[in-house]
């Protein structure tokens, strides 16, 4: 089976990418953050495979990966949990089976960074989880008839704000600024601390989902 992992960012992606190092049928694309950067970026992945069709095995499954926000408070840091609503039961299975737990997905427009907008996504949407490139990678997947499922990991739960307003720092392409990054710190320098401790969830946590991904593209 040929498979094709997205992330929105190469952090999410790191650890994964060690452990699969050498492995021919497993590819890694780098999306972007957001539904427009990732539609764009599976498309053109997408249209290169066609135009490498007699060189390339065909493409069996995207996985569409990642942090994501904890909407449902029983979420922890660095659980791995998998849309409730993958049509394949043998993928399900084999999700389960590597620990991953089965959850509702919202994808959002921004960044859900204070308690006060998870608990209005989650009265108005009903998900236990809040992602930004799903979305647009299954419809894409759809229209070229390739099984889709999205796997993320839990990187910052329902009852934390995040340090910093990181859709304030974002250029327009989504991707973080990091001038306004430095100036929001220099700003307010009592951020650092949770700064880094964010950084340290957010690695444990890919780590937490790379080792999942490796037992699902491993069977």
Do not use: W, Y
Not at 85 to 111: E, H, M, V, Y
């Amino acid at each position: 089976m040929s498979t094709l992992i997205c992330f929105a960012l190469k952090e999410e992606a790191a650890p994964f990418r060690k452990m699969v190092a050498g492995r021919n049928e497993v590819s890694i694309l780098i999306v972007g953050i957001g539904r427009e950067n990732a539609e764009r970026s599976i498309r053109s992945f997408l249209a290169g495979q066609t135009r490498l069709a007699g060189t390339l095995a065909p493409l069996d499954l995207v996985l569409t990966c990642g942090f994501a926000g904890g909407l449902n408070t029983d979420l922890k840091i660095g659980e791995v949990v998998f849309d409730r609503s993958t049509l394949n039961p043998q993928l399900s299975t084999r999700l389960t089976a590597a620990g991953a737990k089965p959850a509702t997905f919202f994808c959002a427009d921004r960044i859900a960074t204070t308690v006060a907008e998870k608990k209005q996504l989650r009265a108005e949407t009903g998900a236990d989880v809040v992602e930004m490139e799903s979305a647009a990678i299954h419809a894409v997947c759809r229209e070229h008839e390739i099984s889709c499922a999205t796997v993320r990991v839990i990187s910052d739960t329902a009852n934390e704000d995040l340090p910093l307003d990181f859709n304030a720092l974002a250029k327009p392409d989504k991707s973080l600024d990091f001038g306004k990054l430095f100036l929001a710190i220099a700003k307010s320098p009592g951020k650092i601390g949770a700064l880094m401790q964010l950084q340290k969830k957010t690695s444990f946590a890919a780590k937490q989902m790379a080792e999942v991904l490796v037992k699902i593209t491993s069977i």
